[in-house]
């Protein structure tokens, strides 16, 4: 189960190149892929327009501005 949260300022999506294979995302001025850390967060899945984060155990996504 996702739960949705706007883009806090430890946790700010800069861009997501979206490649089937492998895609990636800047998050922070950071760049991650799945199975990577950010900020006491796991990356759990990169969407075209989102990141689905694991923190303590719950999930959330992290849109890119404007497309919430």
């Known amino acids: ?3 949705e949260a706007q883009a806090s300022p430890e946790l700010r999506l800069n861009g997501i190149v979206y ?5 990636s995302a800047i998050l922070n001025g950071k ?11 796991v990356v759990v899945a990169i969407e075209r327009t989102s990141v689905r984060l694991q923190i303590n155990g719950r999930q959330i996504s992290v849109f890119l501005n404007g497309l919430d």
């Open 1 to 3: 189960l996702a739960i």
């Open 19 to 23: 490649n089937v294979s492998r895609p």
């Open 31 to 41: 760049t991650v892929c799945v199975g990577d850390w950010v900020s006491n967060a």
